[in-house]
Nanobody, 126 residues
Protein backbone atom coordinates (compact mmCIF):
# COMPACT_ATOMS: atom_id res chain seq x y z
CA UNK A 1 0.00 0.00 0.00
CA UNK A 2 1.42 3.35 -1.07
CA UNK A 3 1.41 6.22 1.38
CA UNK A 4 2.72 9.76 1.03
CA UNK A 5 2.70 11.72 4.27
CA UNK A 6 3.40 15.45 4.21
CA UNK A 7 4.57 17.49 7.16
CA UNK A 8 6.10 20.86 7.92
CA UNK A 9 3.26 23.19 7.13
CA UNK A 10 2.26 26.06 9.38
CA UNK A 11 1.72 29.76 9.77
CA UNK A 12 4.56 32.16 9.01
CA UNK A 13 4.88 35.84 8.23
CA UNK A 14 5.61 37.13 4.75
CA UNK A 15 9.30 36.91 3.99
CA UNK A 16 9.74 33.84 6.15
CA UNK A 17 10.63 30.26 5.30
CA UNK A 18 9.16 26.81 5.67
CA UNK A 19 10.47 23.36 4.86
CA UNK A 20 7.97 20.71 3.81
CA UNK A 21 8.68 16.99 3.91
CA UNK A 22 6.97 14.06 2.23
CA UNK A 23 7.71 10.61 3.61
CA UNK A 24 6.92 7.80 1.18
CA UNK A 25 6.14 4.17 1.88
CA UNK A 26 5.14 1.43 -0.54
CA UNK A 27 7.16 3.02 -3.35
CA UNK A 28 10.76 4.09 -3.90
CA UNK A 29 11.05 7.82 -4.61
CA UNK A 30 14.17 7.19 -6.71
CA UNK A 31 11.99 5.42 -9.29
CA UNK A 32 9.25 8.04 -9.46
CA UNK A 33 8.93 11.61 -10.59
CA UNK A 34 7.97 13.40 -7.39
CA UNK A 35 6.16 16.71 -7.24
CA UNK A 36 4.52 19.29 -5.03
CA UNK A 37 1.18 20.89 -5.86
CA UNK A 38 -0.89 23.39 -3.93
CA UNK A 39 -4.53 24.29 -3.78
CA UNK A 40 -6.69 27.05 -2.34
CA UNK A 41 -10.46 26.81 -1.88
CA UNK A 42 -12.38 27.38 -5.09
CA UNK A 43 -9.34 27.00 -7.32
CA UNK A 44 -7.78 24.12 -9.21
CA UNK A 45 -4.78 22.33 -7.82
CA UNK A 46 -1.64 23.95 -9.27
CA UNK A 47 1.82 22.68 -9.95
CA UNK A 48 4.61 24.03 -7.76
CA UNK A 49 7.72 21.91 -8.34
CA UNK A 50 8.89 18.49 -9.52
CA UNK A 51 12.04 16.39 -9.51
CA UNK A 52 12.74 13.59 -11.93
CA UNK A 53 13.59 10.02 -11.02
CA UNK A 54 17.32 10.60 -11.21
CA UNK A 55 17.03 13.65 -8.98
CA UNK A 56 19.17 15.68 -11.34
CA UNK A 57 16.43 17.63 -13.11
CA UNK A 58 13.97 19.90 -11.39
CA UNK A 59 11.03 21.95 -12.61
CA UNK A 60 9.27 24.93 -11.01
CA UNK A 61 6.25 27.13 -11.39
CA UNK A 62 7.56 30.47 -12.65
CA UNK A 63 6.43 32.40 -9.58
CA UNK A 64 8.45 30.21 -7.20
CA UNK A 65 11.70 29.99 -9.18
CA UNK A 66 14.60 31.23 -7.10
CA UNK A 67 12.58 30.96 -3.88
CA UNK A 68 11.64 27.27 -3.65
CA UNK A 69 13.85 24.20 -3.96
CA UNK A 70 12.68 20.62 -4.36
CA UNK A 71 14.90 17.68 -3.50
CA UNK A 72 14.68 14.01 -2.74
CA UNK A 73 16.60 11.69 -0.43
CA UNK A 74 16.51 8.10 -1.61
CA UNK A 75 18.02 6.79 1.62
CA UNK A 76 15.20 8.34 3.63
CA UNK A 77 12.68 7.71 0.84
CA UNK A 78 11.50 11.28 1.18
CA UNK A 79 10.96 14.43 -0.84
CA UNK A 80 11.40 17.97 0.42
CA UNK A 81 10.33 21.47 -0.53
CA UNK A 82 12.33 24.33 0.92
CA UNK A 83 10.33 27.53 0.63
CA UNK A 84 11.95 30.93 1.18
CA UNK A 85 10.80 34.53 0.82
CA UNK A 86 7.22 33.44 1.27
CA UNK A 87 4.33 35.70 0.33
CA UNK A 88 0.59 35.52 1.06
CA UNK A 89 0.11 34.24 -2.51
CA UNK A 90 1.91 31.05 -1.47
CA UNK A 91 -0.87 30.19 0.97
CA UNK A 92 -2.63 26.89 0.33
CA UNK A 93 -2.72 23.20 1.04
CA UNK A 94 0.46 21.62 -0.28
CA UNK A 95 0.30 18.09 -1.64
CA UNK A 96 3.03 15.62 -2.44
CA UNK A 97 2.50 13.48 -5.56
CA UNK A 98 4.21 10.59 -7.34
CA UNK A 99 4.26 9.68 -11.05
CA UNK A 100 5.56 6.23 -12.00
CA UNK A 101 5.73 6.93 -15.74
CA UNK A 102 7.74 10.19 -15.78
CA UNK A 103 5.64 11.88 -18.45
CA UNK A 104 7.75 14.99 -18.84
CA UNK A 105 5.39 16.70 -21.27
CA UNK A 106 2.71 16.64 -18.57
CA UNK A 107 4.86 17.12 -15.50
CA UNK A 108 2.68 20.01 -14.34
CA UNK A 109 -0.63 18.20 -14.91
CA UNK A 110 -2.08 16.74 -11.70
CA UNK A 111 -3.86 14.05 -13.75
CA UNK A 112 -0.42 12.61 -14.55
CA UNK A 113 0.24 11.59 -10.97
CA UNK A 114 -0.65 8.22 -9.56
CA UNK A 115 -0.38 8.80 -5.81
CA UNK A 116 -1.13 11.73 -3.53
CA UNK A 117 -0.62 12.65 0.07
CA UNK A 118 -3.29 14.12 2.32
CA UNK A 119 -1.81 17.63 2.21
CA UNK A 120 -0.35 20.08 4.71
CA UNK A 121 -1.64 23.61 5.25
CA UNK A 122 0.68 26.54 4.60
CA UNK A 123 -0.54 29.99 5.62
CA UNK A 124 1.45 33.15 5.01
CA UNK A 125 0.36 36.28 6.85
CA UNK A 126 1.02 39.75 5.46
Amino acid sequence: QVQLVESGGGLVQAGGSLALSCAASGLAVRTYTMAWFRQVPGKAREFVAAVRRNGGHTYYKDSVKGRFAISKDSAKNSVYLQMNSLSPEDTGVYYCAADRNEILSAIGDPNTYDYWGQGTQVTISS
